[in-house]
């Protein structure tokens, strides 16, 4: 049975954080015909739904883009033809059958549709004991959604998100989809993609340049991913004074000149910072949270009815603030912060008990520049002086990941990259702050790279200059690889993407 | 224009632009499906209400419901003295929560062996 495909009479569609508006020719939601249980029929069905949406889009010689928790700030999910809303679609398989040079357990992998929230899989993984090993601060995302634009947290063991998928199915015409992983680590049964009717296409520069594809590659509508056994995190907040040896943490990861809240001689899974720049007197925000099979005596659970929980980072902070004021001053910004954004001793969940649910829509705005360890404290000390001359009412945030094998990930630099969030109001104050931001950083010698999902003023050239001319020429050729036709190319192309020179 | 019909204008427009959200807690709040609204109009002090035509959701349940009111609502309403009181309702579909499945290719597992009689 085809799916039901419900078409809006809306002709506007707006981001969740409502920083714009689009207009577009139809919005439609899909659903699988049999909601309530996952099948392979159902999900065939569905395919051949999402290729009728492509013909009608070249039919109609419109553009046709695949549409998530539409968390993103910039315009990566916008588009003035059909977008499809994918969130409904959240089919889950798992453990699906291996590929017998798949070193690991089928019980680790974990088959989806592209619609499924990380909430819903934080949930569904739990009650089958096993866990995401990473995830970005909150949980709003679909997966195709949060990997189309590198979503990360700060796991000091893993990359982002993209980089716990092992495995792609792309619609990307009317009569063609692919299985898509990656030649080297072959990881699925070749009798799935069969049996999905799909074609089976094993190439790492396609997979890698797939897996940040800003919606541009076709319709994701299948993830396959690699998750973990359950493990709980032991998570502690508190405020620390900014001393040299805090710096040298923040900027090569060297814990070894400072005390670490939690039990000693543990090395942190998670590490991150929250700084109000206008208020470093009295110390910087440290979370760090160590990974146990279960958690230790004398932890107490999180609270998860409270405003602000544990794993939550600046942008959420805003998030909270502007639901409750709308404008924020400087002084206001750092009562607010004492108020619901304290420290906490001691506290245990799993991952998604931490990294937990934000509701809230506000009127934040928030940036995130990636940078190599090592010039952490000069990106920081950048945006200080900046911020000197111009205060702005808002946080920064530091956050680690290793360097993703992504082609197009912002998260790409060696041997770690550290993210510098910067969250503040949505106003012309914050804004034209980020703008002195990002030209001064142009201007230094830092290598940097700027999330795809939040605030940036990048164009062809930048893009070229950032992310390196060969990552780009190889994303741009597996993208003519997988759209051979230029019909196919205009229909997964949006501005966004045109004004990256990545169309 | 009387200081009554002023006091009642300025009453009107002071809640012009409300805006009230219900939202499911927690992740049972993050909807499938993008805002459906229709315009709503109570007549006759309240006798008549009209209600929203909700048929995108699948059978499954609301997520969210928001409730607005703009200026020329609010106008219409002091105009017509609560006769007739239009008002915006969006609402967001739940998502649904699927059996998980099999992706059918399980190796097969040993026919039992038959033991008895
Ligand atoms: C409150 C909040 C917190 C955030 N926290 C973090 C964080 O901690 N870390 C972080 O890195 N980022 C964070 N972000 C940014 C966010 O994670 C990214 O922008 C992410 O891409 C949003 O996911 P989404 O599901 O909403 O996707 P969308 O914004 O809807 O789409 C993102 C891209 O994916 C494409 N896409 C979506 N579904 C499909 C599909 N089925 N097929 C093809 N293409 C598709 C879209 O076309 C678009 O190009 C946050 C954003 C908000 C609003």
């Known amino acids: ?503 | 224009m009387s200081k009554r019909a002023a006091a009642l204008l300025c009453l009107g427009l002071s809640s012009a632009c409300a805006h009230y959200r219900v939202q499911a807690p927690g992740a049972a709040g993050a909807s499938a499906t993008e805002a459906q609204g229709e315009v709503l109009w109570s007549l006759g002090w309240g006798l008549v209400q009209e209600r929203p035509r909700v048929d995108n959701c699948q059978d499954q349940a609301l997520a969210e419901v928001t409730q607005s009111t703009n200026v020329g609502f609010a106008l219409i309403s002091v105009l017509t003295l609560g006769l007739a009181m239009p008002q915006r309702v969006e609402w967001r579909c739940a998502k649904a929560q699927p059996t998980p499945g099999d992706l059918g290719v399980r190796p097969v597992a040993p026919p039992a062996t038959a033991e008895g009689p």
Request: proline share 6%; with cysteine; net charge neutral.
């Open chain 1, 1 to 503: 049975m085809p799916p039901v495909i419900h078409e809006s009479s809306q002709k506007r569609w707006q981001n969740w954080h409502q920083s714009y508006i689009q207009k577009l020719e139809l919005l439609v939601d899909v659903w699988n015909e049999d909601a309530s249980q996952s099948t392979v029929p159902g999900y065939i069905d569905t395919t051949r739904g999402l290729q009728g949406l492509i013909q009608r889009a070249l039919t109609q010689r419109l553009e046709l883009r695949g549409l998530g928790g539409g968390w993103s700030f910039t315009k990566a999910p916008a588009t003035s033809g059909i977008l499809v809303n994918t969130r409904p679609l959240n089919y889950l398989f798992p453990a699906p059958r291996t590929h017998p040079a798949h070193p690991g357990r089928r019980e680790d992998l974990l088959f989806t549709q592209c619609g499924v929230s990380v909430a819903e899989l934080n949930h569904f993984l739990k009650r089958i004991g096993k866990s995401l090993t990473t995830s970005g601060a909150s949980n709003g995302q679909t997966i195709a959604g949060a990997i189309g634009t590198g979503t990360h947290g700060s796991n000091l063991e893993t990359g982002a998100m993209q980089d716990f998928v092992v495995g792609l199915h792309l619609v990307v015409s009317p009569d063609r989809h692919v299985w898509l992983e990656r030649a080297s680590a072959p990881v699925i049964n070749d009798e799935i993609p069969q049996k999905l009717g799909a074609e089976l296409v094993r190439d790492d520069a396609l997979f890698n340049a797939a897996l940040v594809g800003l919606g541009g590659f076709g319709l994701v509508h299948g993830v396959l991913m690699e998750v973990v056994d359950l493990y709980y995190l032991q998570a502690y907040r508190r405020r620390m004074p900014l001393t040299e040896e805090l710096w040298r943490a923040f900027d090569q990861l060297d814990f070894s000149g400072i005390t670490l809240p939690g039990p000693p001689g543990l090395k942190p899974y998670h590490f991150t910072a929250v700084i109000n720049p206008n208020d470093m007197d009295r110390g910087v925000f440290v979370t760090v949270m160590y990974k146990h099979a279960r958690c230790p005596e004398g932890s107490t659970p999180p609270s998860p009815g409270s405003k602000l929980t544990q794993g939550d980072n600046g942008l959420e902070i805003i998030g909270v603030l502007t639901d409750m004021v709308s404008e924020l001053t400087i002084p206001l910004l750092s009562r607010l912060m004492d108020r619901f954004y304290t420290e906490y001793e001691n506290v245990c969940g799993t991952h998604g008990e931490l990294f937990t649910d934000t509701t809230t829509r506000g009127k934040a705005w928030g940036s995130a520049v990636a940078v190599p360890l090592g010039r952490v404290r000069e990106t920081v000390e950048l945006a200080l002086a900046i911020n000197r001359a111009q205060p702005f009412p808002g946080l920064f945030g530091l956050r680690y990941t290793l360097p993703s094998r992504a082609t197009l990930a912002f998260t790409q630099h060696a041997p770690m990259t550290c993210i510098l969030d910067i969250d503040g109001t949505a106003s012309t104050r914050t804004k034209s702050y980020n703008r002195r931001v990002w030209q001064q950083l142009a201007k230094s010698s830092i290598p940097h790279t700027y999330h795809w999902g939040k605030f940036h003023e990048l164009d062809g050239p930048a893009v070229r200059g950032r992310y390196g001319e060969a990552h780009v020429n190889a994303w741009l050729e597996a993208r003519r690889t997988l759209l051979p036709t230029p019909e196919l190319r205009a229909a997964f192309a949006n501005d966004y993407l045109r004004g990256l020179g990545l169309a």
